[in-house]
């Protein structure tokens, strides 16, 4: 919420709540951050949302994943659900960065 209040006057910044895989996202986008958007989310969910990102995400991109580490409810899980959307993007990005603490991780993804 912060964020949005702070970059709302920013007309090249757009927030989509959820469910991200059926929000129509106009533009083309050189950053993108999922912050926390594959957790607890089934493998068809996961797909969506890759779906969505490589049709949004600009010929030279970043993609910024924040997860939580901790027990998840539905069967995707934890680190399964970021390795089936790295895996969902990998013809099109590349993890160029890893980072594991102990109740999340950062992954970065950038344009092959």
Do not use: K, W
Request: a positive charge; proline letters at 4%.
């Amino acid at each position: 919420m912060a964020a949005q209040i702070h970059c709302a006057a920013l007309h090249n910044v757009q927030f989509a709540p959820d469910p991200m895989p059926h929000l129509a996202l106009a533009g083309s986008f050189d950053l993108i951050a999922l912050l926390h958007r594959l957790n607890d989310r089934s493998d068809r969910e996961i797909l969506g949302i890759a779906r969505t990102v490589l049709r949004v995400a600009a010929p030279i991109t970043t993609v910024l994943l924040v997860n939580h580490t901790g027990r998840l409810d539905r069967a995707s899980g934890n680190d399964r659900a970021v390795g089936l959307f790295i895996e969902a993007t990998a013809d099109r990005l590349r993890r160029s960065l890893h980072r594991r603490a102990s109740h999340y991780r950062i992954d970065v993804l950038q344009s092959r």
